[in-house]
């Protein structure tokens, strides 16, 4: 009775919601799948559907239309005596800031890589050059050298998908943690939400369930939230989350100066950049917005301002967002409370449904997202530390040519070589693209002054290269 009364419910919500059709394939249905419908049903809040089909009578205005654009303010590379100064403050705030155990590293790893040719979460695809290691191992003996250098673990927090969930679970299972401890690194699942069409009626990808879609990287935040994650960090007295997203094997989860920077400025979410590499890079920068400091599209930049040079021939909008920050705890606390206080982006897709006679077709429809940049226009004070890109930004996107696993792994040989020949050290011979294979593992060094620091050492001869590791 308590099932039927259930049913009932469900029902009725969903047709004074406007969309009862979401049962109209139930009668093709045996009762297994009228129960994974009800089941998938029950998961979709209502309220933000209603969100959605108000953005897609009402599309939200341009932000940027007639806005006033201005560079953002870029703590540089090239440094006055006075911002060296600040650098070595910082590095050493950071420092105490991980001895203490306040700082927690997010990860978002819901991706699959099927993009790369490799059926599995894009974290367990093999990324360095020689050891073959996969990102969540690269990145599993990044956390384990900040542990063997300030003398505490860091809680590692994993974002992922419905579909790279349970592969990912076991993956760090199958792997014994990659040498981290169980209870120091915490799942948690990011939230799907439903397409549309373009009356706002919700698409069904089967008889059986409606078409879900991730909801962004944006939803990080509130799945943080709503996992018990962010109540697990205030538990641990953690303050900061570094963020870093898993396709880019250079990012540096404990770096001290950022960290340091962003707690010496009081600043509540901060950013690494790099510097575009032309004006036609298609890449988002940080600029200010009406005085906001705000990710910037390429096609949202007027072109003016896109070829625009400052004195010495720099690009004005120069300052390439490659999604790394640094946010605190009690920001995330503030932007999820009652929900989560960001903006939904809609995107128009063409989706394969099924109709109510279970008819496979494509249509138009809607889906829609949250971007996790948006928050630096809420928070207030902010860093944007500029880095080089040859030391950290390689992602792995693409199967083939640039930011693919061939560019990535080039990038770490190229870098790790560098370090090698200015501590002295033999190279072995260069391929055919005239790149010295060389890998250094995380745990030996992470950067060139800890490498140098390091030799004499003889390196391990794998795969025609020099590998140096613990």
């Not at 009725?12 to 009800?38: K, N, T, W």
């Not at 819901?110 to 367990?124: H, N, T, W, Y």
């Not at 690009?315 to 206080?341: K, P, Q, S, W």
Request: net charge neutral; proline share 6%; with cysteine.
């Amino acid at each position: 009775m308590r099932g039927a009364t259930e049913e009932g419910l469900l029902r009725r919500r969903f047709a004074e919601a406007g969309q009862e059709h979401v049962f109209d394939a139930e009668a093709v249905l045996d009762a297994a799948g009228r129960a994974r419908l009800h089941a998938q049903l029950a998961t979709i809040d209502l309220g933000l559907v209603a969100t959605f089909r108000e953005l897609l009578r009402s599309p939200v205005p341009d932000p940027f239309a007639g806005a006033r654009f201005e560079p953002a303010d870029v703590f540089p590379l090239r440094r006055s005596p006075a911002q060296e100064a600040e650098a070595r403050q910082a590095r050493q705030r950071g420092r105490e800031l991980l001895r203490a155990g306040r700082v927690g590293c997010v990860v978002v790893a819901g991706g699959q890589a099927s993009r790369l040719g490799f059926d599995a979460p894009k974290g367990c695809f093999p990324v360095t050059p020689l050891s073959r290691a996969s990102l969540f191992e690269l990145f599993a003996r990044k956390l384990q050298a900040a542990r063997a250098r300030h003398g505490v673990a860091l809680s590692w927090y994993v974002m992922t998908s419905e579909a790279t969930d349970g592969p990912t679970r076991e993956a760090f299972a199958r792997a014994d943690w990659f040498g981290l401890d169980r209870e120091d690194v915490c799942f948690f699942r990011q939230a799907m939400v439903p397409a549309l069409d373009a009356h706002g009626r919700i698409l069904m990808a089967a008889p059986d369930a409606p078409f879900l879609a991730p909801n962004g990287h944006g939803g990080l935040l509130a799945a943080l939230e709503s996992s018990g994650a962010l109540a697990h960090a205030r538990a641990r007295g953690i303050e900061l989350f570094s963020y870093f997203q898993v396709d880019n094997p250079l990012a540096r989860p404990a770096d001290e100066l950022f960290l340091g920077l962003h707690a010496l400025h009081g600043a509540r979410m901060s950013s690494k950049v790099v510097q575009k590499r032309d004006a036609a890079e298609k890449v988002g920068v940080l600029g200010r917005v009406d005085g906001r400091l705000s990710c910037i599209e390429y096609s949202d930049l007027p072109e003016r301002l896109r070829e625009a040079r400052d004195a010495r021939g720099a690009l004005l909008f120069g300052a390439g967002n490659i999604a790394l920050h640094v946010i605190d705890r009690a920001f995330v606390e503030d932007l999820t409370r009652g929900g989560l206080h960001l903006a939904w982006h809609v995107a128009s897709k063409r989706i394969p449904v099924v109709d109510a006679q279970g008819a496979r077709r494509e249509v138009d429809g809607f889906k829609f997202e949250a971007f996790v940049f948006d928050a630096l226009a809420e928070a207030g004070d902010s860093v944007v530390l500029e880095v080089e890109r040859a030391e950290e930004f390689s992602p792995v996107k693409n199967r083939d040519g640039e930011d693919s696993p061939a560019s990535a792994r080039r990038d770490q040989c190229r870098l790790h070589a560098g370090w090698a020949a200015r501590a002295g050290c033999a190279l072995p011979p260069a391929g055919a693209d005239g790149i010295h294979p060389v890998e250094v593992d995380p745990r030996f060094a992470e950067d060139a002054d800890e490498f140098a620091a390091r030799m004499p050492c003889a390196p391990r001869a794998v795969a025609g290269g020099h590998l140096y590791a613990p």
